[in-house]
């Protein structure tokens, strides 16, 4: 005949069953180490880039030194183009408001107006003498162009406008030979009395 189970025996197993059975629960709800996720792989990435020195590396200069140029200065060519007059020569103003003019040629033709206060008192024509001729000719291949201002006594002003074909600048000395040379020539063609100058 079988035996029958005691109450009390089957209320120990099932005591003994349920502490089994909370003991296994609570060793699987544990938590074991802590895994990297992708997101804190991210993280650790961009701290190392921010970092990381990104200063691109200087580039060694290849550029040639400079080399400094010597400053030469420039002679103007002697002029080949044909010129109208060689010397051109003026009075303006003054106590007796003059208005002056002359034209010398390259060939030694002269031409020149007496003027005073826009009247004209007479037009004369002439020919410079071979030795005129002769110097002015060496001022033309000799010098380059000039123009000078030169002031009367009765603060009328002489401009004198040389047209040479040459290099050479003029000095001081050579210029007022040149306006002297001019002036003398309109007041000898002319016949009118030379002022004294400043």
Sequence with gaps: MPKKISPLFAFAVLVVLSVGLVLGLSGCSGSGPASSTPSDEVATTSEAAEATDTTPA????????LQATPVVDEVPEPSTDPILYAISWVREGGGDNHCDSMEILPDGTVTATACLSGSTL????????????????????????FSRRESEVSRAVR???FEGKGTEVPAIEDKRAIT???ATIFFELTGLEQPQMF
């Design 58 to 65: 200087e580039e060694p200069d290849t550029s040639l030194p």
């Design 180 to 182: 002297l040379f001019a």
């Design 159 to 161: 401009g004198t406008f």
């Design 122 to 145: 007479g037009s004369y024509e002439g020919t410079l003498t071979a030795e005129q001729l002769a110097q002015l000719s060496a001022w033309i291949d000799r010098f380059a162009k």
